[in-house]
């Protein structure tokens, strides 16, 4: 089976499964997981079918899972008044909260500092990984803009980081929760993530590789997993001609507004200095912008 087969079929078994167990086909469902321990004998969601109770109110699904954290939250709230620090986490929870809208995920529930979204409900997209990667990185670069807000008023810095993971979790649509080893692995690879950066499981790793540059690191363990878990660091986005749509890039209107003066400007002639130059530090959204670009180009 080539490299570029497996993974599509690990997944359409492990969707089967799913669709399985959820409708009391417990049978059809082992036999599903144990063709996918079959190919790769180490897969966790297939494990965690096998070891499935009988489903309660909700029902088990396959999410793309998001989890954003606040660094160093706890220290950071003994430092500075209540009113301060809630008004400071208010606005960042409504930052994320706005974003994964952006994206069409759902945020789930919000544990402490950290703020635990899906994609994949309540609406599925094809490219679900894909904007669950991009939202992580607009989180990091909005809470860097709040951060430089909050230190000209108040003196203080924020940082956040973010982790995302694919895996199986039990959706409890009553309580609007989502919870299971998928959802954990999730916050615990937003644990491995440096501040103001993206990092994504070894699950995650080859479905968005294609759309971004990653930085694999060396696997960690980390408490509640019984083997190191294997990430990689999002460097930042890659630039790609034949895109699948992400949504309305926001909070760059000044810039978007160059490169449509400019374009004109080419399509008329009258553009003096040929070309457009990105200037900025690693994952600033330089390559997002560059995407932007390339498509008013060719529109």
């Not at 079918?49 to 998001?66: D, F, H, K, S």
Request: glycine share 10%; hydrophobic share 40%; with cysteine.
């Amino acid at each position: 089976m080539s490299a570029s087969g497996t993974p599509r079929t690990i997944d359409e078994l492990l969707d089967r499964a799913v669709q399985a167990i959820n409708s009391g086909d417990r049978a059809t469902a082992s036999a599903l997981a144990h063709q996918v321990l079959a190919v790769d004998s180490g897969n966790q969601d297939a494990e965690d079918l096998l070891a499935t109770p009988a489903a309660g109110t909700g029902e088990l699904r396959r999410l793309t899972i998001l989890f954003a954290d606040v660094v160093d939250s706890t220290a950071l709230s003994t430092r500075i008044e209540p009113e301060i620090y809630r008004t400071v986490i208010g606005r960042y929870r409504q930052q994320v909260n706005d974003i994964v809208n952006r994206y069409e995920g759902h945020v789930f529930s919000t544990k402490g500092d950290g703020l635990l979204a899906v994609f994949g409900h309540p609406k599925a997209h094809e490219n679900d990984v894909r904007r669950a990667v991009q939202a992580g990185l607009d989180i990091t670069r909005e809470v860097a803009r709040l951060s430089a807000q909050v230190r000209s008023r108040f003196g203080f810095d924020i940082s956040v980081r973010a982790g995302i993971h694919r895996g199986l979790v039990y959706l409890d649509v009553e309580q609007d929760d989502v919870y299971g080893l998928g959802a954990n692995l999730a916050s615990r690879v937003s644990g491995l993530a440096p501040p103001g950066c993206v990092v994504v499981s070894g699950t995650i790793a080859p479905l968005a590789r294609a759309y971004f540059e990653l930085e694999a690191k060396t696997a960690q363990a980390v408490r509640g997993i019984d083997e190191p878990v294997e990430h990689h660091q999002v460097v930042g986005e890659r630039v790609n001609w034949a895109r699948i749509p992400l949504g309305p890039l926001v909070g760059r209107d000044r810039e978007l507004e160059h490169l449509q003066a400019s374009w004109t400007m080419a399509e008329s002639g009258s553009l003096t200095t040929p070309g457009v130059g990105f200037i900025g530090e690693a994952g600033v959204g330089k390559s997002r912008l560059a995407t932007v670009a390339a498509d008013i180009a060719v529109q």
